[in-house]
């Protein structure tokens, strides 16, 4: 019964229209033209999973979605609204989240502190206790210095602490890279225990075997584009051309 009820809202959300809608995105680092006409679109209440190799453009979609990029072309639309030239920190405030690969862990702050930095932008964020719920782990270390903690802590600290800011979408880079087969099993129950609350989540993942047990949906990025996509009903019938896209 969970089950009919989860995709029942799934179904009710794709037909409502996109949460975030990116057409024909071009981005820059400086003279470097990244992406090349980038076009997916994620569904309220889903997990969305960017697929690729290194350099393929997937950090750099988020970036741009995130307003980090400067120089970017092309259309965002999250919800009703243009966010394709706004600033990260109104895109911030709309409820949009980004967690990076590097994590940003302050190293002369506690895990306390850490968790406390960014403010809350919108109503509904997660509450201390909440959080505490999701990742034991960060309770029992709360005035450990943040760069002190294991790189799997560290990854739990770097996702709690968005989720006290009230955003609803979240975009987590690299979230499993270089972390233990037990942490990354957490993770994966994180985000589908964050799904089941109503969290929407672009994913960007080259452990298309994590992300299969998490994600709705798949695109493939390759040299700025994308050049696939399939819904996870569809991953077994994909997994040679998975193989080749991704050059496992």
């Given at each position: 019964?969970?089950?009919?009820?989860?995709?029942?809202?799934?179904?009710?959300?794709?037909?409502?229209?996109?949460?975030?809608?990116?057409?024909?995105?071009?981005?820059?680092?400086?003279?470097?033209?990244?992406?090349?006409?980038?076009?997916?679109?994620?569904?309220?209440?889903?997990?969305?999973?960017?697929?690729?190799r290194n350099?393929?453009?997937?950090?750099?979609?988020?970036?741009?979605?995130?307003?980090?990029?400067?120089?970017?072309?092309?259309?965002?639309?999250?919800?009703?609204?243009?966010?394709?030239?706004?600033?990260?920190?109104?895109?911030?405030?709309?409820?949009?989240?980004?967690?990076?690969?590097?994590?940003?862990?302050?190293?002369?702050?506690?895990?306390?502190?850490?968790?406390?930095?960014p403010p809350?932008?919108?109503?509904?964020?997660?509450?201390?206790?909440?959080?505490?719920?999701?990742?034991?782990?960060?309770?029992?270390?709360?005035?450990?210095?943040?760069?002190?903690?294991?790189?799997?802590?560290?990854?739990?600290?770097?996702?709690?602490?968005?989720?006290?800011?009230?955003a609803r979408?979240?975009?987590?880079?690299?979230?499993?890279?270089?972390?233990?087969?037990?942490?990354?099993?957490?993770?994966?129950?994180?985000?589908?225990?964050?799904?089941?609350?109503?969290?929407?989540?672009?994913?960007?993942?080259?452990?298309?075997?994590?992300?299969?047990?998490?994600?709705?949906?798949?695109?493939?990025?390759?040299?700025?584009?994308?050049?696939?996509?399939?819904?996870?009903?569809?991953?077994?019938?994909?997994?040679?051309?998975?193989?080749?896209?991704?050059?496992?």
């Amino acid at each position: 019964m969970a089950d009919v009820k989860m995709a029942d809202r799934a179904t009710a959300a794709a037909a409502a229209g996109p949460v975030l809608a990116v057409e024909n995105l071009e981005a820059w680092y400086g003279e470097s033209h990244i992406l090349h006409g980038i076009n997916f679109n994620v569904n309220a209440g889903e997990v969305v999973t960017l697929l690729g190799r290194n350099g393929a453009g997937k950090t750099t979609t988020l970036k741009s979605v995130m307003g980090i990029i400067g120089k970017r072309t092309g259309s965002i639309r999250f919800g009703d609204q243009d966010i394709t030239r706004a600033s990260s920190d109104r895109i911030a405030r709309m409820g949009v989240a980004f967690c990076p690969e590097e994590r940003g862990i302050f190293a002369s702050l506690d895990v306390r502190e850490n968790l406390l930095l960014p403010p809350i932008v919108r109503s509904g964020g997660l509450s201390l206790d909440q959080i505490f719920e999701l990742f034991p782990n960060l309770k029992e270390r709360l005035n450990s210095q943040g760069t002190k903690l294991s790189g799997g802590e560290q990854q739990m600290l770097a996702i709690a602490r968005i989720l006290r800011t009230g955003a609803r979408f979240l975009m987590l880079d690299e979230p499993t890279e270089g972390l233990a087969p037990v942490i990354i099993q957490q993770i994966g129950h994180t985000i589908a225990r964050l799904k089941s609350e109503g969290f929407t989540i672009l994913l960007v993942e080259q452990n298309f075997r994590f992300a299969s047990t998490v994600a709705d949906r798949f695109y493939i990025v390759e040299h700025g584009k994308i050049i696939d996509g399939f819904a996870n009903s569809e991953l077994q019938a994909n997994m040679d051309k998975l193989h080749t896209y991704l050059g496992v």
